[in-house]
């Protein structure tokens, strides 16, 4: 096990929103380093959200982003042999973490075009309470509530 924990480093908040939020999207987001690339990906996607909807784009948004964050997930434990499935409350970072890569994966897995036109896609049906996203969401709450039973095995 590591000595120490990493320090937490701080992120520069993006130059529209001026969110950091915002930043560690697109940091998750990003492939080979293009950030501005992603950044461009984002932004594309949230006007397409605006134009659809009619409600600005970065609401739209944070609440997709609050509608896929898991509140609980399951965690293997090995306890005489057997592993069992452990319900943990997920903690806040971790929280949004989860919830971003969820996001972008399922964002990826659509069939539309563009990324831009996949990713604003993913946020209208999420902040909707629909789309692939979200049901990743509810089969993992699904499945911490199956394993209830479990949950006197906490892992320390």
């Known amino acids: ?18 969110d950091t939020m915002v930043t560690r999207f697109v940091n998750n987001m990003m492939w080979s380093g293009k950030k501005s690339t992603a950044f461009a990906i984002f932004y594309d996607a949230l006007g397409k959200v605006e134009a659809k909807i009619q409600e600005p784009g970065i ?3 944070k609440k997709a982003l609050n509608n896929v964050m898991p509140s609980v997930e399951v965690k293997a434990r090995r306890v005489g042999g057997a592993t069992f499935q452990i319900p943990m409350e997920v903690p806040a970072d971790r929280k949004i973490a989860v919830g971003m890569k ?12 563009s990324m831009a036109d996949k990713l ?12 692939a996203s979200v049901k990743k969401r509810e089969d993992t709450h699904r499945m911490a509530e199956a394993n209830k039973a479990f949950s006197h095995f906490k892992v320390s």
């Open 1 to 18: 096990m590591r000595k120490s924990k990493p320090k937490k480093r701080i992120l520069t908040p993006d130059p529209k929103f001026n």
């Open 59 to 61: 609401d739209v948004w």
């Open 102 to 113: 969820w996001m972008i994966e399922y964002s990826r897995k659509r069939s539309e075009k």
């Open 120 to 131: 604003s896609a993913e946020i209208i049906a999420a902040s909707k309470g629909e789309g």
